[in-house]
């Protein structure tokens, strides 16, 4: 399964579209500060649950924030566990 990932990004907010085969499959939003990256929401939508989409929402912010010399503050749970369970993304969350 083949997830593809589409960020918008207006300077002030932005979020990260995941689709499979064409149907939206989740989503991932943030608020933009600077360099921060504050994450709000992350869902895998209902037919997609448990197939890794939210996972790979987070996953590509991470690459992205990584890349950009960005942080994160994850207020969303499920961002904030899978970006404190990983060790190569403790330097990306603000206050690790």
């Known amino acids: 399964m083949a997830i593809d990932i589409i960020r918008r990004d207006d300077g002030s907010a932005g979020d990260y579209t995941a689709s499979v085969d064409g149907a939206r499959a989740g989503a991932l939003t943030y608020r933009r500060t600077g360099r921060w ?8 939508l209902p037919a997609f649950r448990g197939q890794g ?3 790979a929402l987070v ?5 992205d ?3 950009e010399g960005s942080r994160i503050v994850p207020l969303c749970w499920y961002a ?3 970006l404190n369970e990983n060790p190569a993304w403790q330097d990306l ?3 690790r």
């Open 37 to 44: 990256l504050t994450v709000t929401h992350t869902e895998a």
């Open 53 to 55: 989409i939210a996972y």
């Open 59 to 63: 996953e590509r912010l991470a690459a």
């Open 65 to 67: 924030a990584r890349a």
């Open 80 to 82: 904030r566990e899978k």
């Open 93 to 95: 969350v603000e206050g």
